[in-house]
């Protein structure tokens, strides 16, 4: 079993950074990728970006590509979410997940555990 806790999230103004951090239990963080995802109010879920089992690889959303970044630190089980240049349309629910694959993809049906999600404020 993996448990994956989020932290970070709070509200920012439009243009400020936020960290989001995912800790994970289990033994086998290290051969998953990591992926985040988030959901506005009254909005499907959406992906956000993902990470390869070793960093190597990584893959962004167009709508944060360039102001996002995803890394990890698997001597620390845990994978983070840099923010930077927020904007209002970035508020929502941010969710973590672990892969059973040891590659990244935007299909959330690769990933079998899930987090509680951190809300992400945005104000204008």
């Known amino acids: 079993q993996v448990q994956l806790v989020e932290s970070g999230g709070g509200l920012v103004q439009a243009g400020g950074s936020l960290r989001l951090s995912c800790t994970t239990s289990g033994r086998t963080f290290s051969s998953r990728a990591m992926g985040w995802f988030r959901r506005a109010p009254g909005k499907e879920r959406e992906f956000v970006s993902t990470i390869s089992w070793s960093g190597g690889s990584t893959y962004y959303a167009d709508s944060v590509k360039g102001r996002f970044t995803i890394s990890r630190d698997n001597t620390k089980n845990t994978v983070y979410l840099q923010m930077n240049s927020l904007k209002a349309g970035d508020t929502a629910v941010y969710y973590c997940?672990?892969?059973?694959?040891?590659?990244?993809?935007?299909?959330?049906?690769?990933?079998?555990?899930w987090g509680q999600g951190t809300q992400v404020s945005v104000s204008s």
């Open positions: 997940a672990a892969a059973w694959s040891p590659s990244g993809s935007s299909d959330p049906l690769i990933y079998d555990y």
